[in-house]
C-alpha cells in the first residue's frame, strides 16, 4: 500500500497491519475492549503522525523525506544534499514523539472541555480515547535511549561518532532491563522487539573499534611528528609565501632545495615539499610533473587532498578527482580549495544542486562574483531553490540591490511566491527601480497584478 500525503511519500507494509493487529489481540483482550478494527485504525494514525513529526523537521531543511510503516514501527528516511549537524539530528529525532504528544494533548482538551461529545458514536468515543493513549505511550517508548527509537538516536547524536562504543553499550544494557520489565508486565511483543535490539546494540558495540583519548592521541601525535629544523622550516615558508604570490618558479626552487638538504628532512618536511612543488607544477602547467609530485609527496605520508583533487581534475579525471575531494569533505576539510575544485566536477557532472549547496555551505569562503555565478548556474540549471539562497547570502554580505532581485527571481520560478516578494521588496529598497525590467521578467509571470504592484508600480 502506497500512496502519497501532504507531498511525502507513504509506504505501508503487510507487517505494519500484522504487528497493529497483535499488539491490538493482547491489549484489547485484556482490557475488554471489542473495537478491534478501532485500534488498527488508531495505531496507524498514531504512528502515521509520528512519522509526519520527523517529515515535517526534515522538510525544514528542503530535503524531500519517505515514509515506511513496517512490522516495528516506521521509519523515515531521506537523502541530503549536505550532511546534518548533530544538533540538527536530535531536533528531527525528538520531532517525533514530541508530534504525537502535541495530537494526544489537542485531544485531550477535546475531550474535557467540547460539550456534547456524549452524543457522538460510542466507537468514535473509544477511538478518541485511545488516540490520546496510543500517542503518549508511543511517544515515551521512543525516547528511551535505546537504539533504534528516536531516543537512542538522540544519545546517538549527542554523544558524536567519537563515542559510539558508549552510545552502543548505553542502548544494550537500557533494552536488557527495560526487556525484563516489560516481561514482567507480561507485554512480550515490548519484550521481544527489546530483545533484538538488546542484541543489535551488542553486536554494535563489538564491532566499533575503541576510541583513543585525547591524550593518547596527544601521544603518538608527539610521537609521530619529528621536529623540523630551523633551516628547513624557513625554506618551506619562503616557498609558501612565494606560491600564494604566484611566483612558481621560485616556490619550486625553494621546495627543491629542501629535498637536496643533507641529512635528509623529516617526513612531513619532505611532504610538504613535494607538496609546494606539485602546486608550483600545476601553476605552471606541467600536469603530469604535478601528478609525479603529489605520488612522491605519498611516500611520506598522505598527501593534501586539495592538490590531489587538483591534478586529477587537471588531468581529466572526474570520477577520481571526486572521490578525493569528497572523502576530504566528509573528514571535516571545508577548505575552499577543497570545495572549489569539488563543486566544478559535480557541475561537469550535471548535479548542479549538489554543487550549488556546497557554494552555499562555503559561501563566507568565497567572493562575491564566484557565488553569484554559481547562483547563475543554478538557476540555469532549474535549481531555483538553490540559486535564491546563495544570492540572498551576497545580498546579506554586500546589500547590492540586484542580489536581492536575482534570489527573488530564482525564489519566483521555485514556487515560493511570497518569499519572492519580500526579496523584490529588500531590492527596492537598495535602489532597484528599474518597473519595466521586472513587469516583463518571465520569472515574475505568476505575481502580474495586485501582487507585485504592491511592490513595483506597473510602468
Known amino acids: 500500500m502506497s500512496f502519497r500525503l501532504f507531498g511525502v511519500p507513504v509506504e505501508v507494509q503487510l507487517g505494519f497491519w500484522l504487528s497493529a493487529a497483535l499488539l491490538g489481540f493482547g491489549i484489547l483482550a485484556r482490557e475488554q475492549y471489542p473495537q478491534f478494527l478501532v485500534w488498527v485504525v488508531v495505531v496507524f494514525v498514531s504512528v502515521l503522525v509520528h512519522e509526519f513529526g520527523h517529515a515535517l523537521a526534515i522538510k525544514r531543511h528542503r530535503i524531500e523525506p519517505e515514509i515506511t510503516l513496517h512490522f516495528m514501527g516506521g521509519t523515515t528516511t531521506w537523502r541530503s544534499i549536505l550532511p546534518l549537524g548533530r544538533l540538527q539530528h536530535v531536533l528531527i529525532s525528538l520531532a517525533g514523539p514530541f508530534a504525537g504528544f502535541f495530537v494526544a494533548g489537542c485531544m485531550h482538551l477535546v475531550r474535557g472541555h467540547v460539550p456534547g461529545l456524549h452524543v457522538l458514536p460510542p466507537l468514535l468515543l473509544v477511538g478518541m480515547e485511545l488516540l490520546v493513549q496510543v500517542n503518549v505511550v508511543w511517544g515515551i517508548l521512543n525516547l528511551i535511549p535505546v537504539l533504534p527509537f528516536d531516543g537512542g538516536h538522540v544519545l546517538e547524536h549527542a554523544l558524536g561518532p567519537k563515542r559510539a562504543r558508549l552510545t552502543a553499550a548505553i542502548s544494550g544494557i537500557a533494552a536488557v532491563l527495560l526487556a525484563i520489565v516489560f516481561l514482567k508486565a507480561h507485554f512480550y511483543f515490548f519484550a521481544f522487539i527489546l530483545v533484538m535490539s538488546a542484541f543489535q546494540s551488542f553486536q554494535r558495540f563489538r564491532s566499533e573499534p575503541e576510541a583513543p583519548s585525547p591524550s593518547m592521541l596527544r601521544r603518538r601525535a608527539a610521537l609521530q611528528e619529528e621536529p623540523v629544523p630551523m633551516e628547513t622550516a624557513l625554506l618551506l615558508h619562503r616557498a609558501r609565501r612565494a606560491l600564494e604570490d604566484e611566483r612558481a618558479d621560485e616556490a619550486l626552487a625553494l621546495a627543491s632545495e629542501v629535498l637536496a638538504q643533507a641529512p635528509e628532512p623529516p617526513k612531513r618536511a619532505l611532504r ?35 592538490l590531489a583533487g587538483a591534478v586529477h581534475l587537471a588531468l581529466g579525471e572526474l570520477k577520481q578527482a571526486r572521490k578525493v575531494l569528497e572523502a576530504a569533505r566528509e573528514s571535516g576539510d571545508d577548505r575552499k580549495e577543497v570545495a572549489g575544485p569539488l563543486i566544478r566536477v559535480l557541475v561537469d557532472q550535471g548535479e548542479v544542486p549538489r554543487a550549488a549547496a556546497i557554494a552555499l555551505d562555503i559561501v563566507e569562503q568565497l567572493s562575491e562574483d564566484d557565488a553569484r555565478r554559481m547562483a547563475e548556474i543554478a538557476f540555469e540549471h532549474g535549481a531555483f531553490d538553490w540559486s535564491a539562497r546563495l544570492y540572498e547570502a551576497v545580498f546579506r554580505r554586500v546589500g547590492t540591490s540586484e542580489d536581492a532581485y536575482g534570489a527573488a527571481r530564482a525564489s519566483a520560478k521555485d514556487g515560493n511566491l511570497e518569499r519572492a516578494l519580500e526579496l523584490l521588496k529588500h531590492a527596492v529598497e537598495a535602489g532597484f527601480s528599474d518597473g519595466a525590467r521586472a513587469w516583463s521578467d518571465s520569472a515574475f509571470e505568476a505575481l502580474r497584478g495586485a501582487a507585485l504592484e504592491t511592490v513595483l508600480p506597473r510602468p
Open 272 to 306: 610538504e615539499a613535494h607538496e609546494l612543488i606539485g602546486w608550483s607544477r600545476l601553476l605552471l602547467g606541467d600536469t603530469a610533473q604535478a601528478a609525479d609530485a603529489v605520488a612522491q609527496a605519498r611516500k611520506h605520508g598522505e598527501p593534501d587532498p586539495a
